[in-house]
């Protein structure tokens, strides 16, 4: 099946730096990439839908300014926690959709972000 | 809004049994319906993807039904081994054009006794 990367996999930050998380589908190709939170014991809750080459839709209640998406490429897309705070720690799990096919999604082994 | 809901929370089963994972929905257009399973600490990988225009997908032991216009899924599992831990997850995609989001259950977490 196909397979979608992220890294790192955990990190561990000082509150008020940025973190970048990268995820990357290795073997297909993804107009559109999807940012997930996840709080233990918690579902998936959508934080943002990337689209190659465009600005990324936000969900509501989901700060733009602190949560950078930039999906450069077919297979490429990142996200940037701003200025992180501890409340931000979370696992974060990216998606992506393969271009071709049923529309299938396929999921990231997720980060651990940890803000000290 | 859509709303998508596993029943039950938890279910614990002696290995070898057959069991049920429920999910329902209230909006009945959907595209698709994807069940996945996600392991502590882990990512989601995913099981069965069931179209809209179909009623069941099957994968070795694992077997999902969908009847769309009640708003229901099971994912069934046979012959149930402990590796099969894990929590379930249903979701569902909006049939809206331009609707890409999936919409997640809250989850079964499985357990199975060996």
């Known amino acids: 099946g196909a397979v979608v990367s992220q890294h790192p996999s955990w990190v561990i930050c000082k509150s008020g730096t940025s973190v970048k998380i990268e995820c990357r589908s290795l073997?297909?190709?993804?107009?559109?990439m999807f940012w997930y939170r996840q709080f233990p014991k918690q579902s998936l809750m959508l934080m943002a839908t990337?689209?190659?080459?465009?600005?990324?839709?936000?969900e509501q209640g989901v700060e733009k300014d602190k949560f950078l998406i930039n999906h450069a490429s077919l297979t490429l897309s990142t996200l940037t926690v701003t200025s992180a705070h501890p409340e931000d720690s979370s696992f974060y799990i990216c998606?992506?959709?393969?271009?071709?096919?049923?529309?299938?999604?396929?999921f990231g082994p997720g980060t651990r972000l940890t803000v000290t | 809004k859509q709303e998508v809901t596993q029943i039950p929370a938890a279910l614990s089963v002696p290995e070898g049994e057959n069991l049920v994972l429920n999910c329902s929905f209230t909006?009945?257009?959907?595209?698709?319906l994807q069940w996945f399973r996600q392991d502590p600490g882990k990512g989601l990988t995913s099981l069965l993807l069931?179209?809209?225009?179909?009623r069941e997908q099957t994968s070795g032991r694992l077997n999902a039904s969908l009847d769309k216009s009640s708003g229901r899924s099971t994912l069934y599992i046979a012959a149930s081994q402990p590796g099969d831990s894990a929590t379930y997850l249903c979701?569902?995609?909006?049939?809206?054009?331009?609707?890409?989001?999936?919409?997640f259950g809250t989850g079964t977490r499985l357990t199975i006794i060996p």
């Open positions: 998606s992506a959709r393969d271009l071709i096919g049923l529309g299938e999604q396929y």
């Open positions: 073997d297909f190709q993804a107009t559109t």
């Open positions: 990337s689209n190659e080459g465009s600005k990324a839709t936000y």
């Open positions: 909006d009945s257009a959907i595209y698709n």
């Open positions: 069931i179209q809209s225009s179909q």
């Open positions: 979701a569902v995609r909006a049939a809206n054009f331009g609707n890409e989001k999936l919409t």
